[in-house]
């Protein structure tokens, strides 16, 4: 699969950590809650972790893309003042 289209996500936070597993099939995120947030990517999308709080949504079609970087950053709304608790782009 040739990725044309690439989606950034920086976790900000502390403790926050991101990982990807089944070749960039599965992102696990642990955002400060009891459990482990666990997402699987649609069929065009492949998901990377460079860093434990860089994640890469890349794919061949821009609105799953999107929609998936949509949903990861939706899991965790940011703090009011510190801005802290969502992965920003």
């Not at 699969?1 to 950034?8: C, D, I, L, N, S």
């Not at 809650?33 to 065009?44: D, G």
């Amino acid at each position: 699969m040739e990725a044309k289209f690439f989606r950034f996500l920086k976790l900000v936070g502390v403790g926050f950590k991101a990982r990807s597993e089944s070749q960039g099939r599965e992102l696990f995120l642990k955002l400060g809650y009891s459990h482990e947030v666990q997402f699987t990517a649609p069929p065009a999308v492949r998901v990377f972790c460079f860093k434990p709080n860089i994640i890469c949504c890349t794919g061949i079609d821009k609105d799953r893309v999107h929609q998936f970087a949509g949903a990861v950053r939706s899991c965790k709304p940011p703090e009011v003042y510190k801005g802290e608790g969502d992965p920003v782009h």
